[in-house]
């Protein structure tokens, strides 16, 4: 049986597993699933592509969203069944199976977007591979429009400076002081990635619990501070005047997840290691008001979706924050 029949009869089962009338079900065109499919994933592709300078909080699982959300309202474009409470109960489970079965399609094609290895036509929405683009790789071979970038996007510049780093320093943030000298010991359980830096799921989009205990640090001063204040954050443990202290660590992590780009991952640019390793004290950070102020901000707009408005405040708040957490370094600490 290949994959598309697979499909086709998995979804009837689980249809029929929700009692769904039976001439609803014939009205079904279980042919069409691919090209519902490539329809959404080329609507999505062409929207990222033409707003990825706005849309600075994009990630892969808000672009599988916005994929299957489609295919999901597509393929059930009926109106008779859109609007009972069968497609209500059935929604989710059917968004988790075209999620699960296009994921590497759909994985694949957005970091080709946000790597910049790939175009997306701005005019037909026609994709392809900058390597494959011959003399003239940003003209569409299917429409003949010109997809020349006209800017640079401050912000891939940034991504692009935390991604060629080399590095030999590393950095955690504690909320105690535990003298200049300290060796961490593997004791947090965090979300769980496997050893090449993929997210493992418990349930749908939810990333489980790793069940071996590591330590967590960062690439960056500024990564380390942000994953500390959104803890103390969560469990409304900020007072204004929260003193940070940071340890430097100079051993190789076991994993590098500063490639993953899922909820606040990619601006923490997070490390992993799985044995003691020892931290150098250098310096510490204050929390005061004016900083819980901007990452609110901060937060606030990055868990929105990629295309909501904010004012000019808010944006210019959060280009500024930014811009902190992107380039805090040791002169910035206080001894």
């Given at each position: 049986m290949d994959l598309q029949e697979n499909i086709k009869q998995t979804i009837r089962r689980l249809l029929k597993e929700s009692e769904i009338p039976k001439h609803l079900l014939r009205r079904l065109d279980f042919k069409k699933i691919d090209e519902i499919f490539k329809e959404a994933l080329t609507d999505a592709s062409k929207k990222f592509a033409k707003n990825k300078d706005k849309w600075n909080f994009m990630d892969e699982y808000k672009f599988n969203k916005m994929v299957v959300s489609y295919m999901v309202d597509t393929f059930f474009s009926d109106e008779e069944y859109y609007n009972s409470e069968l497609f209500t109960e059935m929604w989710d489970d059917?968004?988790?199976?075209?999620?699960?079965?296009?994921?590497?399609?759909?994985?694949?094609?957005?970091?080709?977007?946000?790597?910049?290895?790939?175009?997306?036509?701005?005019?037909?929405?026609?994709?392809?591979?900058?390597?494959?683009?011959?003399?003239?790789?940003?003209?569409?071979?299917?429409?003949?429009?010109?997809?020349t970038p006209k800017k640079t996007n401050v912000y891939e510049s940034i991504r692009r400076i935390l991604r060629e780093e080399t590095t030999k320093n590393y950095y955690r943030a504690i909320t105690e002081f535990k003298g200049d000298n300290i060796i961490f010991e593997p004791e947090g359980y965090y979300e769980s990635f496997d050893d090449d830096g993929n997210p493992e799921f418990h349930t749908d989009d939810i990333i489980a619990r790793s069940t071996t205990p590591e330590i967590s640090a960062s690439k960056t001063i500024g990564g380390a501070l942000l994953g500390v204040w959104s803890m103390l954050n969560h469990y409304g443990s900020l007072t204004g005047n929260n003193k940070i202290y940071l340890y430097s660590i100079n051993e190789k992590p076991n994993k590098d997840l500063s490639h993953v780009r899922v909820d606040d991952f990619e601006y923490i640019q997070e490390v992993r290691y799985k044995k003691p390793v020892e931290g150098n004290y250098i310096g510490y950070f204050i929390f005061d008001n004016n900083f819980n102020k901007n990452a609110e901000n901060f937060y606030e707009r990055f868990t929105g979706e990629p295309w909501d408005e904010y004012t000019e405040e808010q944006v210019e708040m959060w280009e500024d924050f930014h811009r902190l957490i992107s380039t805090l370094n040791k002169n910035d600490l206080k001894k």
């Open positions: 059917l968004y988790n199976f075209f999620s699960e079965h296009y994921y590497d399609q759909i994985r694949d094609r957005y970091y080709a977007i946000e790597g910049e290895s790939a175009v997306v036509c701005e005019d037909c929405g026609w994709f392809w591979y900058l390597s494959d683009g011959g003399e003239d790789p940003y003209v569409c071979h299917k429409c003949g429009n010109d997809n």
